[in-house]
């Protein structure tokens, strides 16, 4: 993506990323430290059988996604203050384009402009500020546009976006079977009423469906008529698989409130460690983070470093059951966190990327920028001269020589 308005000499660079604000998700989920990790699962869960195996994975699946969550949220303010940097550089950039229109007008009707060299810097005039008009803060340009393009920006824009509904309905009739009947929706912005409305009407139906469903059962409850066997059966294993994880919760939380009650601590120094832990524990049993909670355990000494090769089996499974929930949920987090950075650079979900990578790439746009209007501030110093904004137009003419029906300042 880039930047609308125009330079006299050539396009501002291409800026990734400006407009996303990735967020979501909570930084409690990122805290956890891996320093146990490698101890936690222990060599013997490594060579064990296939539920510690899968212990082994889970838990570093759990550690690699916490990590990559921690580096989102710690280079956020830098990834903010690189952002409005970008941003203040880009209306600097505009703010100029914005003179450099002002100026061009001015001169426009200069004796010393031949015919020709006046219709190249009337299209130029009409392309820069027709970019800008499309920005918020530049309406004093609509005048100026209007009397060089002989047309009414208004006018073009009411077109092009009837021109855009009509395709976007299209797509939307032909992809998603979207009835559109005698709806008016002639404008992008009639176009998303009336879908955000289908779209309201299908949800509300859902509800009432689903509480039809609800009443349902409950009058078969209530009239005695029984489920199967069959499906009594799978609700009770459903059940009791989340008791039995709950009740895993809650054991190893108990350890840990036992052992760091502060009431049961002499020493001042050691009692205020301990209070600090026991935050900690109650950060992590509230998120069922079961692997932060065995590594507090691990900094307390409760369990065997080997830990996964001396728990019982059956015990086991339910840890991995709790770990699987969490990898899911932490892919939910950084998925909202990465997302709007994917749909920007257009990359697919499997391609890397990093928040040190997005840092340098704003970076990199911003400084940029600011090369791109230092240049163009000298420029419209320079063409204060006629004679010497009648040599670029010249320039221009020489450098590329594009079809008659081209925009020369494209």
């Known amino acids: 993506m880039k930047p609308r308005s125009q330079g006299a000499d050539r396009s501002p660079p291409s800026h990734r990323a400006r407009n996303a604000s990735p967020g ?30 899968r212990f082994a994975r889970l838990v570093k699946q759990v550690d690699q996604r916490k990590r990559r969550l921690r580096a989102w949220y710690d280079t956020q303010p830098a990834i903010q203050r690189e952002l409005a940097e970008y941003h203040a550089a880009l209306n600097a950039y505009r703010r100029t384009n914005h003179d450099l229109v002002l100026l061009c007008d001015r001169v426009h009707a200069h004796p010393s402009f031949t015919r020709a060299e006046r219709e190249r810097l009337r299209a130029f005039i009409c392309q820069v500020a027709g970019d800008l008009l499309a920005e918020p803060g530049f309406e004093d340009l609509k005048p100026i546009y209007n009397r060089h393009s002989r047309s009414d920006f208004d006018a073009e824009a009411a077109f092009g976006d009837a021109v855009n509904a009509r395709v976007m309905r299209s797509m939307m009739e032909e992809m998603f079977g979207i009835d559109f009947g005698d709806a008016d929706v002639s404008s992008t912005e009639k176009l998303q009423a009336f879908t955000e409305a289908q779209l309201n009407a299908l949800e509300q139906d859902e509800q009432e469906r689903e509480q039809a469903r609800e009443q349902a059962q409950g009058t078969g409850r209530r009239s005695g008529r029984k489920k199967s066997a069959r499906q009594v059966e799978r609700e009770a294993e459903r059940e009791a698989e989340q008791t039995r994880i709950g009740k895993v919760l809650q ?48 900094e307390l000494e409760q369990i065997d470093p080997d830990h996964a090769s001396g728990v019982a089996e059956d015990r086991l499974r339910h840890y991995n059951a709790i770990l699987d ?64 904004l009648k040599a670029w137009l010249r320039s221009q003419t020489r450098r590329r020589r594009p079809p008659a029906q081209a925009d020369l300042f494209d």
């Open 24 to 53: 979501g998700g909570t930084a409690a989920n990122a805290n956890a430290s891996s320093s146990g990790i490698q101890r936690l699962v222990g060599h013997r869960a490594r060579a064990g059988n296939k539920v510690q195996q």
């Open 251 to 298: 054991d190893v939380f108990r350890k840990l409130a036992v052992a760091l009650h502060p009431d049961l601590e002499q020493d001042p120094t050691e009692r205020i460690r301990k209070t600090e832990l026991m935050q900690q524990v109650n950060v992590a049993y509230e998120a069922k983070d079961l692997l932060r909670l065995l590594e507090l355990q691990l």
């Open 325 to 388: 929930q969490q990898v899911k949920q932490l892919d939910v987090e950084l998925d909202e966190l990465e997302m709007p950075w994917r749909l920007e650079l257009d990359l697919a979900p499997p391609a890397p990327i990093t928040p040190a990578e997005m840092l340098g790439r704003i970076h990199d746009d911003a400084e940029d920028m600011r090369r791109e209007h230092a240049t163009l501030r000298r420029q419209l110093e320079s063409f204060e001269d006629v004679t010497r």
